[in-house]
Every structure is written in structure tokens, then in C-alpha cells.
């Protein structure tokens, strides 16, 4: 068990631009989420897979961002047209299942210039 | 009203006292409640999970739950200068959506 895996670590992007992070979570939790976190504000809900299935997606959540868990496995987060509100740590997490805690990865940091 | 609630703090305490670390939570029916670390700069860190009424001790760290008052609440003893962070809270919101809601997070500061 290595624990869940987030790349990049950093990112640095210029506003219009697009970006795509990936997340490798622990291996034998089936569920998978997306957080994001801006300072001083506790991680805000994105997105979350069960197995491959996308089971919820915030309202607030844009829809220049999309999310991908192909055969269940990894997961990518795209972001489309990035804007400068979107500069955040972007948190992945998963768990066996939905009342187990929640274990994060390392987080990728989005800045957008 | 907000689903998940915390003092923002800072929280001072002295090295070696208890810090007392509250949170409240707006719905009823949630199951499962966590007690998460975040240095500055890094990802949250899970350091309990309660799940029923009482306290849950594990070493120098006990969580509170009372569900009839939505009210869960960390104490950290003997507190150290390394334990000086922010400290959110979980909970699972059975009747919405969102998988896990957090609080805004209290930040605790241990004064040597």
C-alpha cells in the first residue's frame, strides 16, 4: 500500500489555458474523490467515483472541468480554459467505502497566471 | 446554516495543556465523523474517525460525540509544539449529496 498518488505536485499554468492532473489511489478502495482547497477554507467537494461510475458532481462545479475514472483504476481531472479563481490545491482522496474515512493524496497545486 | 461548522481560531495553548478543538454539524441522520490534520502547505491528515456516542481515546487524542446535540469535539493532551496546526472536521451528511463535508478547519497553535 503506497498510499494515494497525485500528479503533478505543482502546476503553473497561463489563464485560457488547459490542465489535466491524475490521481492513483490506494489500490483496493473502489471510491475516489476530488476535492478543492484555497486558503483558509477546508477542502470543498468536486467530484467522486464509485468503481469507473461518476456518482456526483458538485453544483458548483463548472463545466469547464471534467473527470475520468477509465476501468476503475487512476482518475484524471481536466480543467478547460483555466481562469485565475481556479488557483487551488486539488485534493485526491479514496476509501474502501461510504462511511470509511477518506485518505488523501499529496495534493496537486494549480497557479494560474 | 452551514453543514459543518468550526471556530477558525487560532487556538493558543500552552505546551502540555489540553487543547479542546469543537465542531458542529447541521444534520441529523450522519453516521461518521472525522478529525483531520493539516499542516501548512500539506494534504489533511485522518487522526480519528468516531462513528457512536461517547468518547474514542487513542493516545494522546480523544473525540466526543454527541449526536443528540450534533456535536463533535477533539482534545488533544499534553499538547506539543508539533501538534500546532489546523484541525478539520468530517462529517458524513447522510441526507445530502456530498460525500464528506468539512469545516472551515481550527487553527491550533502550541506555545513552547
Known amino acids: 500500500d503506497t498510499g494515494v498518488s497525485q500528479d503533478p505536485r505543482h502546476k503553473i499554468t497561463k489563464r485560457g489555458q488547459n490542465v489535466t492532473f491524475r490521481c492513483d489511489p490506494i489500490?483496493?478502495?473502489?471510491?475516489l474523490y476530488w476535492y478543492r482547497q484555497t486558503l483558509g477554507q477546508g477542502p470543498e467537494f468536486l467530484t467522486y467515483?464509485?468503481?469507473?461510475?461518476?456518482?456526483?458532481k458538485s453544483r458548483l462545479l463548472s463545466d469547464r472541468f471534467s473527470a475520468e475514472r477509465p476501468k476503475g483504476s487512476f482518475s484524471t481531472l481536466e480543467i478547460q480554459r483555466t481562469e485565475q479563481g481556479d488557483s487551488a490545491m486539488y485534493l485526491c482522496?479514496?476509501?474502501?467505502?461510504?462511511?470509511?474515512?477518506?485518505?488523501f493524496g499529496n495534493g496537486t497545486r494549480l497557479t494560474v497566471t | 446554516q452551514k453543514e459543518v461548522e468550526q471556530n477558525s481560531g487560532p487556538l493558543s495553548v500552552p505546551e502540555g495543556a489540553i487543547a479542546s478543538l469543537n465542531c458542529t454539524y447541521s444534520?441529523?441522520?450522519?453516521?461518521?465523523f472525522f478529525w483531520y490534520r493539516q499542516y501548512s502547505g500539506k494534504s489533511p491528515e485522518l487522526i480519528m474517525s468516531?462513528?457512536?456516542?461517547g468518547d474514542k481515546e487513542d493516545g494522546r487524542f480523544t473525540a466526543q460525540l454527541n449526536k443528540a446535540s450534533q456535536y463533535v469535539s477533539l482534545l488533544i493532551r499534553d499538547s506539543q509544539p508539533s501538534d500546532s496546526a489546523t484541525y478539520l472536521c468530517?462529517?458524513?451528511?447522510?441526507?445530502?449529496?456530498?460525500?464528506?463535508?468539512f469545516g472551515k478547519g481550527t487553527r491550533l497553535s502550541v506555545i513552547a
Open positions: 482522496a479514496s476509501s474502501a467505502n461510504k462511511n470509511s474515512p477518506l485518505h
Open positions: 489500490s483496493e478502495h473502489n471510491r
Open positions: 467515483f464509485q468503481n469507473e461510475a461518476q456518482l456526483e
Open positions: 444534520d441529523r441522520v450522519s453516521q461518521s
Open positions: 468516531i462513528y457512536s456516542n
Open positions: 468530517a462529517v458524513n451528511i447522510a441526507s445530502g449529496n456530498t460525500p464528506l463535508v
